[in-house]
């Protein structure tokens, strides 16, 4: 980041003050008059030294004047891929100085023609600094306020710009820096200048006059003409939709539907091409990339299942063995940053960090699968029962009697308030009629739709079931595993002997995995990755780089359309990690649609109105919240970040926002939430629940949504993956065989009987599928070197206003507050859910971290 000491607002360079910026310093010996309080004459700096007064015999010659000079420095990088010691023709150019092109534009007209003041230009020329460009300029007097840089690319190949920084001479305090992070286009391409602004923020009806007509081009480079191909080097923004996932013309298998566009599967809408990797974009981002096709070799030969757990527990005492040492040396860059990698191991082994759940079997145990139900990597999903026994809206002819297979009998006198972690009546059947009839066919994915029910309790969950005691007098679990073609369902309990015990625990390993799916599916991929695209894209096209909306969600919506392509590539994409490591395979994508048309609604997507709406939060008169159920760390702790941000953003709005008309009538503003509703999510956008926003109070919340999804909620559904479902069996991706017990499979159930373990096994994910996911989980639960977290660093347009700066120094204050209410919760021996023997800290949305896989920390924005 920028240290604030050379951070100041717009550049004035001669003549009069401005509220735009600082004032350039002058010589201590040139002063001017001005008439101060109560008519009496003072001295002041001047502001600027832009003229002299020559005396010939103590007379007063002309004035002569002197134009101020002023360095500009730029800080570049090549495109990825491309050294400049390699560049041929652009390095021919740097030698005959023919780089960049600046051109300072002044915020203010000439007030004599009403025009636009002459701009100031200069080129930069390459210097021994790497990426370095350096260029003089000499301001005329009267130029006032610097704006905006115009920058020109002078070679043959787009170039990244970081920054550009104008300073007077050598002193660094004066320095003036415009925040670039962009690609600029050579002008062999495209003719047009890039614009740059100053890290001011105007709202459309306080731009600069001067400024105003940038200001719209821009935007209007920003949307394009909506006609034509849009070639690589253009900034146009646009929505597409999801028709690349397969690839039917290379494989016919690959044919997977288009989503979004249609009532079957609707679909928020996707950039129709993602930029090159940015600099900020580590390894890490495309570690997918290199570590996968490095084990691919070995993977092929793991088809079969793992002969006993003895051999799971030696992935990580022994470390996955590698054919060639070429193979482990193909990864050694990448993996350094996400896996346990010994550096100076003579073995083609690599070796595999310990997740910090599973060990010594926890998982097995039902106390242990019912807290992590509602303290793990899904606590988004469990809902409070308000009737039961639960009712399937499915067509009975199908899917059997609408009851859901509960026993009627032993639950009619159930009380209401049970706590549901299943996804409908039936588990995925209520998303989809035609989708569970499919799933079936898959030979690898889990034909059964399982659900379990949790009862609760004043501060914790148990697993609900069929009426056996339980040994805290509370019932004990139960778990349906529901036939979806047949018209059969069964209730699984845990037994009074071993069969039964054994039963249970292969029930629950199927609950899990329909979880898993769920959950990477929807509660992780769709409602951060894909529903936060729309908006990163609409304010692209809609809002100003000046907008204060624009530069507050900016460090918001950092590489998440960088890391979709990737998922589009490697993750959910035909054959991909997805479909052949995680229920329900090829159909992945279509239940994440159909979730996306029954389930999806922004207003719920705030963390409040979430909790409300799933019953585990009631709204008192006062408006305050009270949870269902105490200690539910993700509630506890995210309500916390909530209103963190929630303040932040209301004292940032209101810095900007004057009143209610003022929100209203922005233009940019409203064209931003027109796009997002009509464009972004079109397929929902008659729906009634849309926020309008038309006052400061719908801006706010409407902004602390976004920032939420994109920080709070992705963070706590996404970095402990590795530490969750890094022992895959407490919580397998995927269930690969029937239950022993169903259509009459009698030679399953032999087997069973003689060795249940086995059986278990067989239903786990195979070792191919079991090392692709482990690797995969580990690099998308890593934090970057460079990860940028919530309240930690300020922008420098934030910097640049001192109640914006403010404000958000109370921000980074109260989410250093958090860090150390998280570790008081996690050390509370009354939140079982958090505390106790063998028991992990919830630590999902403790608030900051250090690189690698940590299992907690907030990033600003979904950048893996």
Same mark, same amino acid.
């Given at each position: 980041?920028?240290?604030?000491?050379?951070?100041?607002?717009?550049?004035?360079?001669?003549?009069?003050?401005? #509220?735009?910026?600082?004032?350039?310093?002058?010589?201590?010996?040139?002063?001017?008059? $001005?008439?101060?309080?109560?008519?009496?004459?003072?001295?002041?700096?001047?502001? +600027?030294?832009?003229?002299?007064?020559?005396?010939?015999?103590?007379?007063?010659?002309?004035? =002569?004047?002197?134009?101020?000079?002023?360095?500009?420095?730029?800080?570049?990088?090549?495109?990825?891929? @491309?050294?400049?010691?390699?560049?041929?023709?652009?390095?021919?150019?740097?030698?005959f100085g023919k780089t960049l092109l600046l051109e300072l534009v002044s915020s203010e007209l000439d007030p004599k023609t009403g025009q636009e003041k002459p701009r100031v230009t200069g080129f930069a020329h390459r210097t021994?600094?790497?990426?370095?460009?350096?260029?003089?300029?000499?301001?005329?007097?009267?130029?006032?306020?610097?704006?905006?840089?115009?920058?020109?690319?002078?070679?043959?190949? %787009?170039?990244?710009?970081?920054?550009?920084?104008?300073?007077?001479?050598?002193?660094?305090?004066?320095?003036?820096?415009?925040?670039?992070?962009?690609?600029?286009?050579?002008?062999?391409?495209?003719?047009?200048?890039?614009?740059?602004?100053?890290?001011?923020?105007?709202?459309?009806?306080?731009?600069?006059?001067? !400024?105003?007509?940038?200001?719209?081009?821009?935007?209007?480079?920003?949307?394009?003409?909506?006609?034509?191909?849009?070639?690589?080097?253009?900034? $146009?923004?646009?929505?597409?939709?999801?028709?690349?996932?397969?690839?039917?013309?290379?494989?016919?298998?690959?044919?997977?539907?288009?989503?979004?566009?249609?009532?079957?599967?609707?679909?928020?809408?996707?950039?129709? %091409?993602?930029?090159?990797?940015?600099?900020?974009?580590?390894?890490?981002?495309?570690? !997918?990339?290199? =570590?996968?096709?490095?084990?691919?070799?070995?993977? *092929?030969?793991?088809?079969?299942?793992?002969?006993?757990?003895?051999?799971?527990?030696?992935?990580?005492?022994?470390?996955?063995?590698?054919?060639?040492?070429?193979?482990?040396?193909?990864?050694?860059?990448?993996?350094?940053?996400?896996?346990?990698?010994?550096?100076?191991?003579?073995?083609?082994?690599?070796?595999?960090?310990?997740?910090?759940?599973?060990?010594?079997?926890?998982?097995?145990?039902?106390?242990?699968?019912?807290? @992590?139900?509602?303290?793990?990597?899904?606590? =988004?999903?469990?809902?409070?029962?308000?009737?039961?026994?639960?009712?399937?809206?499915?067509?009975?002819?199908?899917?059997?009697?609408?009851?859901?297979?509960?026993?009627?009998?032993?639950?009619?006198?159930?009380?209401?308030?049970?706590?549901?972690?299943?996804?409908?009546?039936?588990?995925?059947?209520?998303?989809?009629?035609?989708?569970?009839?499919?799933?079936?066919?898959?030979?690898?994915?889990?034909?059964?739709?399982?659900?379990?029910?949790?009862?609760? *309790?004043?501060?914790?969950?148990?697993?609900?079931?069929?009426?056996?005691?339980?040994?805290?007098?509370?019932?004990?679990?139960?778990?349906?595993?529901?036939?979806?073609?047949?018209?059969?369902?069964?209730?699984?309990?845990?037994?009074?002997?071993?069969?039964?015990?054994?039963?249970?625990?292969?029930?629950?390993?199927?609950?899990?995995?329909?979880?898993?799916?769920?959950?990477?599916?929807?509660?992780?991929?769709?409602?951060?990755?894909?529903?936060?695209?729309?908006?990163?894209?609409?304010?692209?096209? @809609?809002?100003?780089?000046?907008?204060?909306?624009?530069?507050?969600?900016?460090?918001?919506?950092?590489?998440?359309?960088?890391? #979709?392509?990737?998922?589009?590539?490697?993750?959910?994409?035909?054959?991909?990690?997805?479909?052949?490591?995680?229920?329900?395979?090829?159909?992945?994508?279509?239940?994440?649609?159909?979730?996306?048309?029954?389930?999806?609604?922004?207003?719920?997507?705030?963390?409040?109105?979430?909790?409300?709406?799933?019953?585990?939060?009631?709204?008192?008169?006062?408006? %305050?919240?009270?949870?269902?159920?105490?200690?539910?760390?993700?509630?506890?702790?995210?309500?916390?970040?909530?209103?963190?941000?929630?303040?932040? $953003?209301?004292?940032?709005?209101?810095?900007?926002?004057? +009143?209610?008309?003022?929100?209203?009538?922005?233009?940019?503003?409203?064209?931003?939430?027109?796009?997002?509703?009509?464009?972004?999510?079109?397929?929902?956008?008659? %729906?009634?629940?849309?926020?309008?926003?038309?006052?400061?109070? +719908? *801006?706010?919340?409407?902004?602390?949504?976004?920032?939420?999804?994109?920080?709070?909620?992705?963070?706590?559904? #996404?970095?402990?993956?590795?530490?969750?479902?890094?022992?895959?069996?407490?919580?397998?991706?995927?269930?690969?065989? #029937?239950?022993?017990?169903?259509?009459?499979?009698?030679?399953?159930?032999?087997?069973?009987?003689?060795?249940?373990?086995?059986?278990?096994?067989?239903?786990?994910?195979? @070792?191919?599928?079991?090392?692709?996911?482990?690797?995969?989980?580990?690099?998308?639960?890593?934090?970057?070197?460079?990860?940028?977290?919530?309240?930690?660093?300020?922008?420098?347009?934030?910097?640049?206003?001192?109640?914006?700066?403010?404000?958000?120094?109370?921000?980074?204050?109260?989410?250093?507050?958090?860090?150390?209410?998280?570790?008081?919760?996690?050390?509370?021996?009354?939140?079982?859910?958090?505390?106790?023997?063998?028991?992990?800290?919830?630590?999902?949305?403790?608030?900051?971290?250090?690189?690698?896989?940590?299992?907690?920390?907030?990033?600003?924005?979904?950048?893996?």
């Amino acid at each position: 980041m920028i240290h604030l000491n050379h951070l100041k607002h717009a550049l004035v360079l001669p003549a009069q003050s401005n #509220n735009v910026g600082s004032l350039l310093p002058s010589p201590p010996s040139a002063t001017r008059r $001005v008439v101060g309080a109560g008519g009496r004459r003072q001295s002041m700096p001047r502001i +600027s030294c832009c003229s002299a007064t020559e005396e010939v015999g103590g007379v007063s010659s002309l004035t =002569v004047e002197k134009a101020l000079t002023v360095k500009g420095t730029v800080e570049a990088a090549p495109a990825i891929g @491309q050294m400049y010691a390699t560049r041929g023709l652009d390095d021919f150019s740097d030698l005959f100085g023919k780089t960049l092109l600046l051109e300072l534009v002044s915020s203010e007209l000439d007030p004599k023609t009403g025009q636009e003041k002459p701009r100031v230009t200069g080129f930069a020329h390459r210097t021994l600094v790497e990426g370095r460009y350096e260029a003089e300029f000499k301001v005329p007097p009267s130029f006032g306020p610097v704006g905006a840089v115009l920058v020109e690319n002078e070679h043959h190949k %787009e170039m990244f710009i970081k920054e550009i920084k104008l300073t007077t001479g050598d002193d660094e305090s004066t320095a003036v820096t415009f925040d670039c992070n962009s690609w600029v286009h050579s002008k062999f391409d495209n003719k047009e200048k890039r614009i740059f602004f100053t890290i001011k923020s105007y709202l459309p009806s306080s731009t600069p006059k001067a !400024l105003e007509v940038l200001r719209k081009k821009d935007l209007e480079a920003l949307r394009g003409d909506g006609h034509g191909e849009r070639k690589c080097f253009e900034r $146009v923004y646009d929505y597409d939709v999801y028709n690349d996932l397969g690839d039917p013309d290379k494989n016919p298998a690959h044919q997977r539907p288009v989503l979004g566009g249609s009532q079957q599967y609707p679909y928020p809408r996707p950039f129709s %091409e993602v930029k090159q990797l940015t600099f900020g974009a580590t390894t890490l981002r495309s570690g !997918l990339h290199m =570590v996968l096709p490095a084990l691919r070799p070995m993977l *092929l030969q793991k088809e079969l299942c793992f002969p006993h757990f003895p051999a799971i527990d030696s992935l990580y005492s022994e470390g996955i063995p590698l054919p060639t040492q070429a193979s482990l040396d193909s990864v050694r860059s990448v993996i350094p940053r996400v896996l346990k990698l010994v550096e100076h191991t003579t073995d083609n082994v690599l070796p595999i960090r310990s997740p910090r759940h599973g060990r010594e079997f926890a998982w097995f145990k039902d106390e242990e699968f019912a807290r @992590q139900t509602i303290a793990g990597l899904n606590p =988004v999903c469990i809902q409070l029962l308000t009737e039961f026994p639960i009712m399937s809206k499915l067509d009975p002819a199908v899917y059997g009697p609408p009851e859901s297979g509960h026993h009627q009998g032993a639950h009619r006198d159930a009380d209401k308030g049970r706590l549901d972690s299943g996804r409908g009546p039936g588990g995925e059947a209520a998303l989809h009629p035609g989708l569970p009839r499919r799933v079936p066919a898959l030979r690898a994915q889990g034909p059964r739709a399982p659900r379990h029910d949790a009862l609760r *309790l004043p501060h914790r969950l148990l697993p609900h079931g069929s009426g056996h005691a339980h040994a805290a007098g509370h019932r004990a679990g139960a778990a349906q595993v529901s036939h979806a073609a047949a018209l059969e369902a069964r209730l699984h309990a845990p037994g009074p002997d071993a069969t039964g015990a054994w039963l249970w625990k292969l029930a629950k390993a199927n609950v899990l995995a329909h979880d898993t799916g769920y959950h990477q599916l929807v509660s992780h991929w769709l409602r951060t990755h894909a529903c936060v695209e729309p908006y990163i894209i609409a304010a692209n096209r @809609q809002l100003s780089r000046m907008h204060p909306v624009y530069r507050l969600l900016h460090p918001h919506f950092r590489y998440t359309m960088e890391i #979709n392509a990737l998922a589009r590539e490697s993750l959910i994409n035909a054959d991909g990690i997805i479909e052949e490591s995680f229920w329900p395979g090829k159909y992945s994508i279509e239940l994440s649609a159909v979730a996306y048309g029954l389930t999806w609604r922004f207003d719920t997507e705030a963390l409040p109105n979430d909790l409300v709406k799933r019953g585990l939060a009631v709204r008192k008169e006062d408006g %305050e919240l009270e949870l269902t159920i105490k200690d539910y760390p993700y509630a506890n702790d995210g309500l916390k970040v909530w209103d963190s941000i929630k303040q932040w $953003v209301t004292d940032y709005v209101k810095v900007y926002y004057k +009143s209610d008309e003022d929100v209203a009538g922005d233009p940019e503003l409203q064209a931003f939430w027109d796009d997002v509703r009509t464009k972004g999510h079109a397929d929902k956008k008659d %729906e009634p629940w849309w926020p309008v926003l038309d006052n400061r109070d +719908s *801006l706010v919340e409407t902004l602390t949504t976004i920032i939420w999804v994109t920080s709070g909620h992705h963070a706590a559904v #996404n970095f402990g993956q590795y530490h969750f479902g890094g022992y895959f069996p407490n919580r397998p991706t995927t269930i690969r065989r #029937n239950m022993p017990v169903e259509e009459n499979r009698d030679e399953d159930m032999n087997k069973f009987m003689a060795q249940p373990e086995m059986t278990l096994l067989q239903m786990l994910p195979n @070792q191919m599928q079991a090392i692709k996911v482990m690797t995969t989980l580990d690099i998308l639960s890593a934090h970057s070197p460079d990860e940028e977290y919530l309240g930690e660093h300020a922008e420098p347009s934030w910097l640049a206003e001192p109640m914006v700066k403010a404000a958000f120094e109370k921000f980074c204050g109260r989410m250093k507050e958090i860090e150390g209410y998280v570790d008081e919760c996690n050390n509370n021996p009354e939140l079982r859910n958090r505390c106790g023997a063998g028991i992990v800290p919830y630590e999902l949305l403790k608030p900051f971290s250090k690189p690698g896989v940590t299992g907690r920390g907030i990033p600003n924005s979904i950048s893996i």
